[in-house]
C-alpha cells in the first residue's frame, strides 16, 4: 500500500481535545493549550502508525449554508464555542503548519465535505487516503482507498473502518450511511430522523 494521505477534522479533534484534557495545561502566557496539546498528540500518534505521506488539517463553516438551506433545524441546538476553545482555535492553524502540516478551510463548505473531496480525489489518483474524525457520518466514504480513523473514547488510537467494518457495525455497505443516518436520524447534527422508523 502506498504511503497514505492522512486527512484530519481539526475542529473534532479540538473539541475532544478541549473536554478530555485539564485547562490546567497552560502555555508560557498562562492561558490554557489544552486543545492544541490533545489535537496535536493525536496527529502524532497516527502521523507515528501509519508513515502518512502529508497530513491535511481541515477546517470550514460550522454549518454550511447548502446544508441550513436544506434543514434549518441543523446544528441549531449546539452552544457557542466556549471563550477558552476560541483562543486556542485562532492558534491552531498556524501552529499545524509550523509542525509541517497543510491547512485546508473553506468558507461555504465544513470540514467534513473538504475531507471526503480530498479523500474521493486522492482515490481517483490511486492512492489511499486515511480520515482521522469521530464522526460515523464520515462512514459514507469508506471504500478499498479510504479507510476512516475513528476516534473513540477510552482508547488509545482510532478504530480503522473501512467498507467492512461499517457494514459489520450498521449492516449497510457504506453507500447507504446517508440514507441510514436520515431515516435513523442524528441527534448531535439535530436531524430528527423519520417517525417510527429508527436504527
Not at 73 to 95: T, V
Request: glycine share 10%; with cysteine; hydrophobic share 40%.
Amino acid at each position: 500500500m502506498p504511503q497514505p494521505l492522512l486527512l484530519s477534522d481539526a475542529p473534532h479533534l479540538l473539541y475532544r481535545a478541549f473536554y478530555a484534557l485539564p485547562d490546567t495545561i497552560t502555555g508560557a502566557e498562562g492561558r490554557p493549550v489544552n486543545a492544541l496539546l490533545g489535537s496535536v498528540n493525536q496527529l502524532l500518534f497516527c502521523i507515528e502508525r501509519y508513515k502518512p505521506r502529508a497530513v491535511v488539517c481541515c477546517f470550514g463553516q460550522e454549518a454550511a449554508d447548502y446544508r441550513t438551506d436544506a434543514y434549518p433545524a441543523y446544528h441549531a441546538h449546539r452552544p457557542p464555542m466556549p471563550d477558552a476553545l476560541e483562543a486556542q482555535w485562532s492558534l491552531a492553524p498556524g501552529l499545524y503548519e509550523a509542525l509541517g502540516w497543510s491547512v485546508e478551510t473553506s468558507p461555504d463548505l465544513e470540514a467534513d465535505d473538504l475531507m471526503g473531496g480530498y479523500a474521493a480525489a486522492e482515490a481517483r489518483a490511486g492512492g489511499h487516503a486515511m480520515i482521522l474524525t469521530g464522526d460515523r457520518d464520515m462512514f459514507q466514504c469508506a471504500s478499498e482507498n479510504v479507510t476512516i480513523l475513528l476516534q473513540q473514547a477510552r482508547q488509545q488510537g482510532p478504530t480503522e473502518m473501512g467498507p467492512a467494518e461499517v457494514e459489520e457495525r450498521y449492516g449497510i455497505p457504506p453507500s447507504a450511511v446517508p440514507d441510514f443516518i436520515a431515516l435513523r436520524g442524528d441527534p448531535s447534527d439535530g436531524l430528527p430522523g423519520a417517525k417510527g422508523i429508527g436504527e
